[in-house]
C-alpha cells in the first residue's frame, strides 16, 4: 500500500472515530450505548469494583497522563517512609494558564493505611474529569479555571502493608515505622500472628461453659452476649494472635508503630499525651512534610478534600473546640451552603462540626489547611452503615449491628466472612478463629464504590467550582479635563469562596489581592467603598498597584485611579486564591 | 553615540551612603581582628576551637554537623564521653538559643574546653566513664554571625528569606547604618507628636513621658534606619527569618514575628530535636538563654501542673529544680543572674513539657540590678547599664548621639545613637572566663547527681524441690529520679524495664517476666519477687537509658 494510501485510511478511521464520539450520546456504539452522566468507552479503562496496589494505581496514573498529556500531568512529591513514590496529578487545561495562576483545588486519600478507597474516590474524580473534558460543558469550564491538585495515597507504605500482610479492618492506621508500642524496650515484637495463615486478621474462640457468649440464633456465625444472670458457650480471645514476648498481653507491640498522620500537621499541634497517635513534632514524618512542601509551594489552593473512612461525613473543623474564635460568620456560611449540598448529593452522608460532633482532634490535617493555609477544606468519612440497607441503624441495637451480617449474607454470599474453624492455639489451646475479613466494615464492597465514588466528586466539584473566580467585569473611563482621566475598574467573585478566609485576613496568610494599572502616569488611586456616595480610600504608597484586602464570595470590589494621559491602559489582576487575570482598556 | 544613563539623584545619594557604609565598617572588621582574645568569636573561629578539641582528645570528643542552616553554618554536636555512651546517662547542654546571645554559645564551648583541659577539672574527668554530654554550641549560627558583619545588630532570625511584617513582601526594610558606625543604634526626631523625652537623670537616656505625671514627649524614636517600603514602619522586615527559640512546639506562638511557617519548620530545630529524641540516654538539658530557673527555682501551682495539657511543672520535679537552684547558687554566687520565665515556643520549655526531661536555663550573666535613681522617673534598664559600665571601667556601651540627615524627617532634627547592640546582654569577653569557670563546675556537679540504677537485697529462697522464690529491690542510687514526672507521660522517654530471663528449663510460677516501671526517685528502691520452678541460671536486667542497665545473674 502506497504511503499515500494508509495516510488516507488513517484519515478515514480519525473520522469514523469521531462521528462515534459524537454518535455516542443517543445511539448505539458498536457495543456501547451512553448511560447519562458516565463515559461511554473512557480512553482509560477502570475497573471500579476493585481496589488498586500501588503498582495497579501507577499504571493508571501513567495511562492517564499518557492519554491526556495536555491535562494530566504526573509527579512525585516525595518520597515515603520506606521509600515509595507520594505521586500527585495535576490536572487542568495546562494550555490555557500555568496551574498555579489558576484556584486550585487539593484532593487527597489513603492517608490511613487502612483507608484505601479514599485512593480509588480521589482517582475517580481525576478519571472523570479527563474523561469528560471536551465532551461536558461545566467539566471542561471546570478544567480551563481551575487546577486539581489530586494525591490519591499519602501513605503507600500503609496502604501495601494492609494489603499485603494479614492485618484487620482497623489496622494498620499508620506507616510502617516500627516503635515500641508497649514501651518495654523492645520494637514491634509481638505483633498479630496469622495463625490459619489466610491474610485477615479475624477473631479467636473459644468454647466455655461460663462464657458470656452464644451463637445467635438468626446467624450462627455470629456471638451475641447472655442475658444478665445467665452463661453462655462461648469466649471471646480478642484478634488472631499469641503472646510472642510471654508479657501477658497480647498483639499489644505490632511490627508497625502505632502513629498517625493525620496527628502530625502544624495548627494547635500536641504531643501523644495529649493528642494519641502525634509523632515527634508537626510534619515529623515524610509523608506529611511532603505535602506540605507541595501546598506552601502552591498558595493557590484555595479549597480541599481529604478522604478517609468510616461514617458517612462531611466534617469541616475546628478539630478542637477553642479554635471557633477563628471561623467567623462569612467562612461559617461557605462552609454550610457547601456542607448542605454534599448532604444532599451523597444520601445517608451528614455534614458536621469536627470537635463537636466526632471528636477532638489537635495537629489534623484539615485545621493546618483551613487556619494555616486559608482553603476551605473538609474530611470526608466515606462509607457508612446506612449505605447497606439506606435505613438509619437503630441505635446500638444489638451490640455490633447485624446488619452487617445480614448484608454479607444476602448481597455478598458470605464472601466478607472468614468461617470459624478450629485451631490449635499455643496459650488458649483449642480455639475457633474466623470473622469479618478487612476487606469490609470500613471499606466499600465493590459494587457499591463507583457509585460512592461518583457522588463524592460531584460533592468535590461543587466546593471546587465555588472557590473564588475573578473577573474584571467592568473597566471604564472619565475625563477629568487638562488630560486627566479617572479609571474605574470593578472586580467581580462570581463565586461562594472569598479570596480571603477570615484567619487569612487577620494574620495575612497570603497577600492582598493586587490590582495594577499599567501603562499610564498615575496621580492617585483609591480603593472605592461606595461608588454611588463617593466614598473611597486613597493607598498613599504605590497606587499604581491597589491592595485589595479580601473579595467576598459573590460579591464586587471597585478601584479606581486618577491618570495623566489615556494611551495603552491594561489592568493586572493578582489574586493568589483567586487567579491571575489582565484586560486592555477599549474605548 | 554612546548611550547615556542618567541616575536619579536620590540613587547617587544612597549609592555614595553606602561606599561610606563600606569604609567605615572596613575600620571596625580590622578593630575586631586585632582583638580577638578580648572579644567574642565568630562562627570559623568556635568551629575552630570545636575541631581541636575533638582532634585532641580523639578518645573522648567527637565533633560532627548535624545539618547546615540555610546561611550554611554547621549545627554542631560535639559529644563527649567513652564507651558505650547510648546506654548511659547524658547531659545535652546548648547555646546560642537566641542569636543575640553571644555568651551562651561561649560558655557551651567553655565548657566542652574545662571539661578536657583545664587540670582544675582533672578528677571531674573520672566521671566520664559513667556519663556523657552532649553539646549543642551554637544553635543560631546565622543571627549570631550579625555581630560580626559589617553591620552589627540584635539579631535573632535565621537565613531563611522570610516575610516578617506578613505583608507578602520578603525583606524590604531592613536596618541601615545611617551614621556610618557599624552599629545598628537608635533613632531620636524632635516631633511635637512624639511621645519619648530625655531621662532627667541622664539626657543620654530616653523614657517614656507619662502624662498623667505632668510629662511631655518631644521625640519620636525608632531603631536605625529608612523606611525602605515606605510603609510608615522602620526596619520591621530586615534580613531576618525564623528565630530558633520561638520555632518549637510547647506554647508555639502561631502567625508571630520570628516564629517560622509552624513549630520545628527550620533545619536546625529539627536537627536537634531528632537528634534528641534518638537519644534516649539524655536525663536532662541544660540551656544558656534567656530563661532562668536556677537562680529562682519554679514555683509549683498545681493547677497548671494538672490540667489535661499542663503549662506548669510537675510537683516532684519541683523539687529537683529547688536542689538544682540551691546548688547552682553555691557555684555562682551573688552574680547569679536575673530569674526569667520561659517564652512561648521556646526550647527550654520544649525540653521539658514536650521531650519530658529535667530542663534548666541560664543566661550565664545579667545586668546587676542597682539602686533606684533619686528621680521618681522609673530607672530604665539603659540607666543601670551606663552607671553599671562606669563603675566596672567598661566602655563602648555607649553611641553618643549624632546628628544625621535623615530623607524620611526632611527639615527635622534627627539623631542617632544610644546603647550599642549586644551589650545588655552579652558582658564584656574579659568577664566570660571566669563566668565560665563557675557554669563549668556547676555543670559538673550537677552531672554527678545522675539516675543510677542498681539491684539489691538479692535474695533467693528455696520452698521446695525445684521451686525458689527470688526477691531484689530496683534502687535509684543516684539523686535524680529515673525520669522526670513529664517524662512519665511523654511517650517517647524511655521507661525502666524490669526483665527476668530464664533458661529453657525454668518456668515463671508467679511474677511478671517483663514489668514497664514508673520512675524511682533518688535514693528509693521498689521491691520485686518471682516464684521459679526449675534449676539452673537465671539473670535479671533493669535499667534504661538515661538511668543506665544493671543485670545480675543467679543460679538456682
Redesign the interface.
Given at each position: 500500500m502506497s504511503d499515500f494510501k494508509l495516510a488516507l485510511l488513517f484519515f478515514l478511521s480519525l473520522i469514523a472515530l469521531s462521528v462515534n464520539a459524537q454518535q455516542a450520546d443517543g445511539h448505539a456504539l458498536e457495543e456501547f450505548f451512553k448511560a447519562s452522566g458516565s463515559p461511554v468507552n473512557p480512553k482509560v479503562q477502570i475497573s471500579w469494583n476493585r481496589y488498586h496496589t500501588n503498582e495497579g494505581l501507577l499504571d493508571i496514573y501513567l495511562k492517564m497522563a499518557k492519554t491526556y498529556p495536555e491535562l494530566v500531568r504526573l509527579e512525585s512529591i516525595g518520597k515515603s517512609h520506606e521509600g515509595r513514590d507520594l505521586w500527585l496529578l495535576t490536572i487542568t487545561n495546562h494550555s490555557n494558564k500555568p496551574h498555579h495562576e489558576k484556584p486550585g483545588f487539593w484532593i487527597d486519600g489513603n492517608i490511613h493505611a487502612n483507608e484505601i478507597q479514599a485512593a480509588e474516590v480521589s482517582l475517580y474524580t481525576a478519571w472523570y474529569l479527563v474523561e469528560n473534558y471536551h465532551s461536558n460543558d461545566f467539566i471542561t469550564q471546570l478544567l480551563d479555571e481551575k487546577a486539581f491538585y489530586i494525591l490519591p495515597v499519602m501513605n503507600p507504605d500503609g496502604r501495601e502493608n494492609y494489603m499485603n500482610k494479614p492485618n484487620t479492618a482497623n489496622a494498620p492506621r499508620s506507616g510502617t515505622m516500627p516503635l515500641d508500642d508497649d514501651g518495654d524496650g523492645v520494637v514491634g515484637e509481638d505483633g498479630f500472628d496469622d495463625l490459619n495463615g489466610d491474610g485477615h486478621i479475624t477473631q479467636m474462640r473459644r468454647q466455655n461453659p461460663f462464657g458470656l457468649y452464644r451463637e445467635d440464633p438468626d446467624d450462627a456465625r455470629r456471638l451475641i452476649r447472655v442475658k444478665q444472670g445467665e452463661f453462655g458457650e462461648w469466649e471471646l480471645l480478642g484478634y488472631e494472635g499469641y503472646d510472642r514476648d510471654v508479657d501477658g498481653r497480647i498483639n499489644e507491640d505490632r511490627d508497625v508503630g502505632y502513629y498517625d498522620h493525620n496527628r502530625d500537621w502544624g495548627w494547635n499541634w500536641q504531643p501523644d499525651y495529649v493528642q494519641r497517635g502525634a509523632y515527634h513534632y508537626p510534619f515529623s514524618l515524610p509523608e506529611t512534610r511532603a505535602v506540605r512542601d507541595f501546598v506552601l509551594a502552591h498558595p493557590n489552593i484555595s479549597g480541599a478534600l481529604t478522604h478517609h473512612n468510616t461514617g458517612g461525613m462531611f466534617l469541616r473543623g475546628p478539630g478542637v473546640e477553642q479554635d471557633q474564635e477563628y471561623y467567623l460568620r462569612d467562612d461559617l456560611r461557605v462552609y454550610d451552603a457547601l456542607g448542605q449540598m454534599g448532604e444532599k448529593l451523597v444520601p445517608g452522608y451528614n455534614y458536621l462540626v469536627s470537635y463537636k460532633d466526632l471528636y477532638t482532634v489537635y495537629g489534623g490535617q484539615r485545621d493546618w489547611f483551613h487556619l494555616m493555609r486559608g482553603a476551605y477544606t473538609f474530611t470526608v468519612e466515606l462509607f457508612s452503615r446506612y449505605l447497606l440497607f439506606h435505613e438509619k441503624p437503630l441505635r446500638r441495637s444489638r451490640g455490633f449491628s447485624d446488619d452487617y451480617y445480614t448484608f454479607d449474607k444476602h448481597l455478598l454470599f458470605e464472601d466478607a466472612f472468614v468461617p470459624w474453624e478450629e485451631y490449635f492455639h499455643p496459650q488458649f489451646g483449642k480455639i475457633q478463629i474466623g470473622g469479618f475479613k478487612k476487606n469490609y466494615i470500613r471499606v466499600h464492597p465493590g459494587f457499591m464504590l463507583e457509585q460512592d465514588a461518583h457522588r463524592i466528586m460531584a460533592f468535590s466539584l461543587y466546593h471546587a467550582y465555588h472557590t473564588p473566580q475573578l473577573e474584571i467585569t467592568e473597566l471604564k473611563s472619565k475625563d477629568l479635563g487638562g488630560g486627566q482621566f479617572e479609571v474605574t475598574a470593578v472586580i467581580t467573585n462570581t463565586r461562594m469562596i472569598p479570596t480571603h478566609s477570615s484567619i487569612n485576613l487577620e494574620y495575612h496568610i497570603d497577600p492582598p489581592n493586587y490590582v495594577e494599572i499599567i501603562g499610564p502616569k498615575v496621580l492617585a488611586g483609591m480603593i472605592v467603598i461606595d461608588e454611588d456616595l463617593n466614598i473611597v480610600e486613597e493607598q498613599l504608597t504605590n497606587p499604581e498597584k491597589l491592595e485589595v484586602e479580601n473579595i467576598s464570595g459573590m460579591s464586587i470590589a471597585t478601584v479606581r485611579w486618577i491618570i495623566d494621559g489615556k494611551e495603552n491602559i491594561g489592568v493586572l489582576l493578582n489574586s493568589v486564591k483567586g487567579g491571575k487575570y489582565s484586560k486592555v482598556f477599549e474605548d | 553615540m554612546q548611550s547615556q544613563v542618567v541616575y536619579p539623584v536620590q540613587y547617587i545619594f544612597i549609592a555614595l551612603f553606602l561606599l561610606q557604609i563600606n569604609f567605615s565598617t572596613a575600620a571596625i572588621r580590622t578593630t575586631n581582628q586585632n582583638n580577638n582574645e578580648q572579644d567574642y568569636q565568630d562562627h570559623n573561629q568556635l568551629s575552630q576551637r570545636l575541631a581541636n578539641l575533638s582532634k585532641n582528645h580523639p578518645s573522648l570528643a567527637n565533633l560532627q554537623s548535624l545539618t547546615k542552616t540555610d546561611g550554611s553554618k554547621d549545627i554542631w554536636l560535639l559529644t563527649i564521653g567513652k564507651g558505650d555512651i547510648a546506654n548511659k546517662p547524658a547531659l545535652a547542654v546548648v547555646g546560642g538559643v537566641e542569636g543575640d546571645h553571644l555568651l551562651g554559645s561561649e560558655l557551651a564551648v567553655q565548657f566542652a574546653e574545662k571539661l578536657l583541659n583545664d587540670p582544675a577539672f582533672e578528677s571531674e574527668r573520672d566521671l566520664l566513664n559513667e556519663i556523657s554530654f552532649y553539646i549543642f554550641p551554637d544553635m543560631s549560627p546565622d543571627a549570631r554571625e550579625q555581630y560580626f558583619m559589617p553591620i552589627r545588630y540584635e539579631r535573632r532570625g535565621n537565613a531563611r528569606p522570610t516575610n516578617l511584617d506578613?505583608?507578602?513582601?520578603v525583606g524590604e526594610d531592613p536596618y541601615d547604618d545611617l551614621n556610618g558606625d557599624g552599629l545598628i543604634t537608635m533613632m531620636r526626631i524632635k516631633d511635637p507628636t512624639g511621645k519619648w523625652m530625655r531621662h532627667p537623670d541622664d539626657e543620654r537616656i530616653m523614657v517614656r513621658a507619662r502624662p498623667e505625671k505632668g510629662e511631655k514627649g518631644n521625640y519620636l524614636l525608632f531603631t536605625e534606619g529608612l523606611d525602605q517600603?515606605?510603609?510608615g514602619q522602620f526596619n520591621e522586615d530586615g534580613e531576618e527569618g525564623v528565630f530558633f527559640n520561638r520555632n518549637?512546639?510547647f506554647n508555639?506562638p502561631?502567625?508571630t514575628t520570628g516564629t517560622g511557617?509552624?513549630?520545628?519548620?527550620e533545619k536546625e530545630s529539627?536537627a536537634i530535636?531528632?537528634f534528641l529524641?534518638q537519644a534516649k540516654n539524655v536525663f536532662a538539658v541544660i540551656t544558656f538563654g534567656p530563661a532562668n530557673n536556677l537562680t529562682k527555682p519554679l514555683t509549683y501551682n498545681d493547677k497548671d501542673a494538672n490540667t489535661?495539657?499542663f503549662t506548669g511543672w510537675k510537683e516532684h520535679d519541683i523539687k529537683i529544680n529547688q536542689q538544682l537552684s540551691n546548688l547552682y547558687k553555691t557555684h555562682v554566687g551573688k552574680q547569679a543572674p536575673k530569674a526569667e520565665p520561659g517564652q512561648a515556643g521556646d526550647f527550654f520549655q520544649w525540653a521539658y513539657f514536650?521531650y519530658g526531661r529535667f530542663s534548666f536555663s541560664t543566661q550565664g550573666w545579667s545586668l546587676p540590678e542597682t539602686e533606684n535613681d533619686e528621680s521618681d522617673t522609673p530607672a530604665s534598664q539603659e540607666l543601670n547599664l551606663i552607671r553599671w559600665a562606669e563603675d566596672h571601667d567598661v566602655s563602648d556601651i555607649f553611641v553618643p548621639w549624632q546628628s544625621i540627615d535623615h530623607p524620611d524627617f526632611p527639615g527635622k532634627e534627627v539623631e542617632v545613637g544610644g546603647i550599642a547592640p549586644f551589650v545588655m546582654k552579652n558582658p564584656p569577653y574579659t568577664m566570660v572566663d571566669s563566668i565560665a569557670l563557675k557554669h563549668a563546675s556547676f555543670i559538673l556537679e550537677m552531672a554527678a547527681l545522675r539516675p543510677k540504677i542498681d539491684l539489691v537485697n538479692i535474695e533467693t529462697e528455696k520452698l521446695g524441690t525445684n521451686l525458689h522464690r527470688i526477691t531484689a529491690e530496683v534502687m535509684n542510687t543516684g539523686s535524680f529520679p529515673t525520669a522526670s514526672q513529664s517524662g512519665e507521660?511523654?511517650?517517647?522517654v524511655?521507661?525502666t524495664?524490669l526483665?527476668i530471663n530464664l533458661n529453657e528449663s525454668q518456668n515463671l510460677v508467679s511474677g511478671?517476666?517483663?514489668e514497664?516501671l514508673g520512675a524511682i526517685r533518688g535514693h528509693s528502691a521498689l521491691k520485686r519477687s518471682w516464684l521459679i520452678r526449675g534449676k539452673g541460671s537465671l539473670n535479671i536486667r533493669v535499667g534504661?537509658e538515661a538511668s543506665g542497665f544493671r543485670e545480675v545473674q543467679i543460679s538456682l
Open positions: - | 506578613r505583608d507578602g513582601k517600603d515606605k510603609d518549637f512546639t508555639y502561631v502567625f511557617a509552624h513549630a520545628v519548620s529539627r530535636a531528632d529524641f489535661k495539657i514536650h507521660v511523654i511517650r517517647w524511655q521507661k524495664v526483665r511478671k517476666p517483663v514497664v534504661s
